[in-house]
């Protein structure tokens, strides 16, 4: 039953990811058409600081709710006024020092702007709760539907504002008809509604577990934040958009994976958290079918990065291949971090998951200040050098939480790498042909889909078979 529930949920939240994804990134070539590069700059440096503000109202009180055996409607209730509050009281900071962040990137119109942005910060807060109960009940075909619906009317609004010449409002205002769209459909769908209920001990339980999960993402977030930042500070414009855009094409497959897996997994395991047993088996499944799908994807593309980046965006943009190609590399191991992270929260762990953290943060310091220096793609490099570290750090305390070590994660990864790149390496000896962009593209879309399949059949990969197996039955 289990693995019926994760897998359509998985389907369903992976559905909703790429529909949205799909849908943005088709809008955002419409409004870049219509608004100027200044009007994007301009929202790219409010939204730094909402993103980090949004994961002080959503990430640790939501997760709480997830991890928690048996929630009931006092529970849900409590962390809904809490985080309400807190939305209203974080929203209360930005207000007061959006004249300062004007003054400090010398733009006085970001004022106004990030205070009128920062109001979606309540909304979230109440979306953060519904999104938590969607997922105690994997009931994530409720999501597909208020993301694809307020993804699309969204767009709809903010490209009707942009062709009435309202610049930069046009994004703002369809941030924010996003998240009150999103909001209200998930209101109509679901029956877990706001009341007036409070408990302080419910308070005390879910935060004492939620504080840790919110200190671990703001980390993340914060450093996130900062890479934008530095290359901003040190190098052009046009290199950042460079970085940017060569991390865009991966990020679309291993953002929507990643987070299709830590949206479902993490639900699912924690009603599992006293199993250590069940924890460890379903842990390994999650990262051998998700190695065997993600890797290939990723490593496929930074071989054929180039013909992607010329029939897309053309040859202004050939600067961000070997961007592209350097990020594909680290992304291929995003779910193996990913899963081993999931199960240390489902564990109650967030105690371990913030040690992690600040073992991490130190490094990325390191090798982004070592790289800063040097050169964009250095920064880039290190970037995915200190992925794959990331990797390995979290692979470590599961072997004390639930007894899965090094030698067995390698195990279960290690058949879709070695298929991957040897697949990788016959894709991109086709590049040497020198054909056409378009042929080439096509020429080895196919070979490397026919190369890992009959590897897979060959070799007799249990994930193959596995997966195989699933889509049959359904």
Not at 47 to 61: P, Y
Not at 340 to 358: C, F
Not at 388 to 395: C, D, G, S
Request: contains cysteine; aromatic residues 14%.
């Amino acid at each position: 039953m289990d693995k019926k529930r994760f897998f359509s949920g998985f389907i369903w939240k992976f559905s909703e990811r790429t529909m949205s994804q799909l849908v943005s990134f088709i809008v955002s070539i419409i409004l870049a058409r219509i608004l100027s590069p200044h009007d994007y700059g301009v929202v790219a440096l409010v939204n730094v600081f909402i993103i980090i503000a949004d994961v002080f109202v959503t990430s640790g009180f939501s997760s709480s709710l997830i991890q928690k055996k048996e929630a009931n409607a006092t529970d849900f209730s409590t962390i809904f006024w809490c985080s309400l509050v807190f939305s209203i009281f974080i929203y209360g900071i930005i207000f007061a020092t959006s004249p300062w962040i004007a003054t400090f990137y010398h733009n006085d119109q970001l004022t106004v702007i990030l205070r009128v942005f920062a109001l979606k910060l309540p909304i979230s807060a109440f979306n953060s709760i519904q999104q938590a109960y969607v997922s105690r009940k994997l009931a994530f075909r409720k999501i597909f539907v208020s993301t694809s619906t307020a993804t699309i009317f969204s767009g709809i609004v903010g490209i009707g504002f942009a062709l009435s010449g309202w610049g930069v409002w046009a994004l703002v205002i369809q941030y924010i008809v996003n998240a009150i769209t999103e909001t209200m459909v998930l209101f109509l769908q679901i029956p877990w509604k706001p009341s007036f209920l409070f408990s302080s001990s419910s308070a005390k339980e879910l935060l004492g577990f939620g504080w840790k999960v919110l200190a671990t993402e703001l980390l993340g977030q914060f450093f996130n934040q900062l890479r934008s930042l530095v290359i901003g500070r040190f190098y052009t414009a046009a290199d950042l958009a460079y970085y940017n855009r060569g991390q865009q094409f991966p990020n679309i497959l291993s953002n929507n994976i990643d987070a299709t897996i830590s949206s479902v997994l993490f639900p699912v395991m924690a009603k599992h958290s006293d199993d250590v047993e069940k924890l460890k088996s379903m842990v390994r499944r999650s990262i051998r079918t998700s190695t065997y799908l993600l890797m290939p994807l990723m490593l496929g593309m930074a071989v054929i990065a180039k013909p992607i980046i010329l029939l897309i965006l053309t040859k202004k943009w050939i600067a961000a291949v070997p961007f592209m190609q350097c990020l594909c590399v680290s992304g291929a191991f995003g779910s193996v971090s990913n899963a081993n992270m999931q199960v240390i929260k489902a564990s109650g762990r967030s105690d371990v998951l913030l040690k992690l953290e600040l073992v991490k943060k130190p490094i990325y310091v390191v090798f982004l200040l070592a790289s800063i220096k040097i050169s964009v793609f250095a920064v880039a490099f290190s970037m995915a050098t200190y992925s794959i570290t990331a990797t390995l750090i979290n692979m470590f305390p599961n072997k004390s939480v639930i007894g899965y070590s090094y030698r067995e994660q390698f195990i279960d990864l290690f058949p879709a790498l070695g298929l991957s790149t040897a697949m990788a390496v016959i894709v991109w000896s086709i590049t040497l042909l020198n054909w056409n962009s378009l042929l080439t593209l096509l020429i080895q879309v196919m070979v490397g889909a026919a190369v890992y399949v009959g590897g897979s059949i060959l070799f007799k990969m249990e994930s193959f078979f596995y997966v195989l197996g699933f889509l049959k039955n359904k």
